[in-house]
T-cell receptor, first 112, second 112 residues
Framework: GQQVMQIPQYQHVQEGEDFTTYCNSSTTLSNIQWYKQRPGGHPVFLIQLVKSGEVKKQKRLTFQFGEAKKNSSLHITATQTTDVGTYFCAGRERGGTYKYIFGTGTRLKVLA | DSGVTQTPKHLITATGQRVTLRCSPRSGDLSVYWYQQSLDQGLQFLIQYYNGEERAKGNILERFSAQQFPDLHSELNLSSLELGDSALYFC???????????FGSGTRLTVV
């Protein structure tokens, strides 16, 4: 079945450093979503990417969908302590399935 | 408040017992999704309902079942509970599969 992997699993950065998490699907995706889960919280929807090669920005966050629609990345510029949490990608498989498969997540810690 | 209501927030029960988790989706959302998140783990998709009908199934155990009622609220029933069923169970809703999910705050189940 469809698998979605993320790397790295954990990342510690100094405040002000950049951070990137990568998401790879075993199958071609119709679209991909990104979520953030703060410690002790629930996942919160950040963004959805649909088109091949699509790039979207939200302030310091840049999201990219690969040309082959099998991978995606989230880049945070100049991290802040408020960026702490686990970032999940979630892919919807191309071909009519309705469910999103969540990636394994990348836990980000930001050291002040 | 995300608009998705899950009850109860915490549940402690013994092995072999049966519990019911309840979810009320955000107003206007027709789809309900159930996910299981074990300690420090990712989100495992269990099942999806759309407007009362089962639409997609994930790795849901036979001991688990769910349904969505005419008023669109959903219940997840877990029976013959085992220690390994201890986890955070999230419900999420969306208008349809092309929109991001809105997650509830989860039910933390502890089986002792």
């Amino acid at each position: 079945g469809q698998q979605v992997m993320q790397i790295p699993q954990y990342q510690h950065v100094q405040e002000g450093e950049d951070f990137t998490t990568y998401c790879n699907s075993s199958t071609t995706l119709s679209n991909i979503q990104w979520y953030k889960q703060r410690p002790g919280g629930h996942p919160v929807f950040l963004i959805q990417l649909v088109k091949s090669g699509e790039v979207k920005k939200q302030k310091r966050l840049t999201f990219q969908f690969g040309e082959a629609k099998k991978n995606s990345s989230l880049h945070i510029t100049a991290t802040q302590t408020t960026d702490v949490g686990t970032y999940f990608c979630a892919g919807r498989e191309r071909g009519g399935t309705y469910k999103y498969i969540f990636g394994t997540g990348t836990r980000l810690k930001v050291l002040a | 408040d995300s608009g998705v209501t899950q009850t109860p927030k915490h549940l402690i029960t013994a092995t072999g017992q049966r519990v019911t988790l309840r979810c009320s989706p955000r107003s206007g959302d027709l789809s309900v999704y159930w996910y299981q998140q074990s300690l420090d783990q990712g989100l495992q998709f269990l099942i999806q309902y759309y407007n009362g009908e089962e639409r997609a199934k994930g790795n849901i155990l036979e001991r688990f079942s769910a349904q969505q009622f005419p008023d669109l609220h959903s219940e997840l029933n877990l029976s013959s509970l085992e220690l390994g069923d201890s986890a955070l169970y999230f419900c999420a809703s969306s208008h349809d599969s092309n929109y991001g999910y809105t997650f509830g705050s989860g039910t933390r189940l502890t089986v002792v």
